[in-house]
Nanobody
Framework: QVQLVESGGGLVQAGGSLSLSCAAS????????MGWYRQAPGKQRELVAD???????NYADSVKGRFTASRDNAKNTVYLQMNSLKPEDTAVYYC????????WGQGTQVTVSS
């Protein structure tokens, strides 16, 4: 089964940027849509962005205009560029298919200080 490894998180001040990556151990070419999810402490995991195999994207209202999802099917990798970060973006970020049927990776922690 495809394994997912997220990376690129860290600590950043409000207004800063981070670039996340999600590398899959197998091919994601057949997966129509890949999503970026996040889970803040005490909250349910939520979908923040998704990207289809042909590059169409959708974003949650809370991140629209600030986050950009992309994918490189040849490298089996999806990306999330996050700009103008806010403290409420603090969470563990995960990637998975949409809907999520792959095994969850360990995620990458994003912490935004005010």
């Amino acid at each position: 089964q495809v394994q997912l490894v997220e990376s690129g998180g860290g600590l950043v001040q409000a207004g800063g940027s981070l670039s996340l990556s999600c590398a899959a151990s197998g091919s994601i070419f057949s997966i129509n849509a890949m999503g970026w999810y996040r889970q803040a402490p005490g909250k349910q995991r939520e979908l923040v962005a998704d990207i289809t195999i042909d590059g169409r994207t959708n974003y949650a209202d809370s991140v629209k205009g600030r986050f950009t999802a992309s994918r490189d099917n040849a490298k089996n990798t999806v990306y999330l560029q996050m700009n103008s970060l806010k403290p409420e973006d603090t969470a563990v970020y995960y990637c998975n298919s949409l809907p999520p049927y792959l095994r969850w990776g360990q995620g990458t922690q994003v912490t935004v200080s005010s």
